[in-house]
């Protein structure tokens, strides 16, 4: 009998998007019969590790980068720890050469993480930000990435080419020869369910900025009526749930239960990191959106769903409850398909 092939794959630890959307790769992987092991650190390799249980996984150095509380200095707070984080590749390289030997690993699937790759084995890289949009260094910022990319041999864009691409300017460069368009990634399937939340608060990201907009809406919501799902985005040990009038806070859900929970509700408010805009867009939900400050990627993506009178949205300091009523204006998300197709995965088979 011949063994199953292991495949590393390995998210980004930057707010939960990078882990949730290889949740649908590791699930392909493990129907066509692979074996995935899954590598990260911090909360994106604890909430693949309470979605499956079952499979291996192994903590990779970490980036470690602290974040500036005044999100509007992230760009030159990430300048500044640029030797950290090429330091930090560089121990990615030399850890994952001794995982290649130690766990006879037969393929790389990287999620925006620059040093898990090798040279003798088929590696790829997912991004949906073929060009880094970061002000007046944008071409730089591209430029640099783009060269990493290159060292692998194929990178998985979770968008289209066509009119319908979410990304956009993102996303579509023809600097990139080794490019994949692999459509939309979600772990969710779209629900005919009863309406039981008139809003769903789905928060994640970079600290202290999720921290600063969770208590932003809290107050906020004191003059909101309807009924309320807020989910915090913080992955601890244990589930935790408290229910107080019309709001019901929890600290994270698991992906059926956060399928369920988004299929039942009326409105989504959310960050506008694109993970969670795929999500929204198979669900083809209504929504709201907040993107990170500083983060030029989500303001871009933000402004780009509102020019499509998809979905309004704010920053987060002007942000007042009222707003959700501008909702009413804007068509929301059309049903979108995501699937991942098994010729995607050819480059594994080998001999």
């Not at 779209?190 to 990201?205: A, P, T």
Request: net charge positive.
């Amino acid at each position: 009998m011949t063994s199953k092939k292991n495949i590393l794959i390995a998210p980004l630890n930057w707010g939960l998007g990078h882990a949730t959307r290889c949740i649908p790769i590791i699930y392909k992987l493990i129907e066509l019969d692979f074996n995935p092991i899954i590598a990260s650190d911090g909360e994106a390799l604890q909430l693949l590790q309470k979605e499956f249980p079952k499979l291996k996984s192994l903590a990779l150095p970490s980036y470690n980068i602290k974040f500036p509380k005044n999100g509007n200095f992230l760009k030159w707070k990430l300048i500044l720890d640029t030797p950290r984080v090429l330091k930090t590749i560089k121990e990615e390289e030399i850890f994952i050469d001794k995982l290649i030997k130690s766990e006879n690993i037969t393929g790389i699937i990287s999620d925006n993480r620059f040093g898990v790759r090798s040279d003798e084995l088929p590696s790829v890289f997912i991004t949906h930000q073929l060009n880094v949009l970061s002000g007046s260094t944008t071409f730089l910022s591209s430029k640099i990435h783009q060269r990493f990319i290159k060292k692998f041999d194929e990178c998985w864009i979770p968008d289209v080419m066509t009119e319908n691409s979410l990304a956009k300017k993102l996303s579509h460069s023809d600097k990139v020869k080794n490019q994949k368009y692999i459509g939309f990634l979600s772990r969710f399937k779209k629900r005919e369910l009863e309406k039981k939340y008139d809003l769903l608060i789905l928060l994640s990201g970079i600290e202290p900025l999720r921290s600063q907009l969770e208590n932003k809406l809290i107050l906020e919501l004191k003059n909101y009526k309807g009924k309320v799902l807020f989910v915090r985005g913080v992955i601890e040990k244990e589930q935790k749930r408290t229910e107080n009038s019309n709001i019901t806070r929890c600290n994270y859900l698991l992906s059926e239960e956060l399928e369920i929970a988004i299929n039942q509700s009326d409105l989504v408010l959310a960050r506008s990191g694109y993970s969670t805009i795929m999500d929204l867009a198979v669900l083809s939900k209504k929504a709201f959106f907040i993107p990170t400050t500083g983060q030029s990627e989500q303001e871009y993506l933000a402004k780009r769903l509102r020019n499509l009178r998809i979905a309004p949205y704010s920053s987060t300091n002007k942000f007042k409850i009222e707003m959700l009523d501008e909702v009413k204006k804007y068509v929301g998300f059309r049903e979108n398909v995501s699937e991942v197709k098994a010729e995607l995965f050819d480059l594994f088979k080998g001999e």
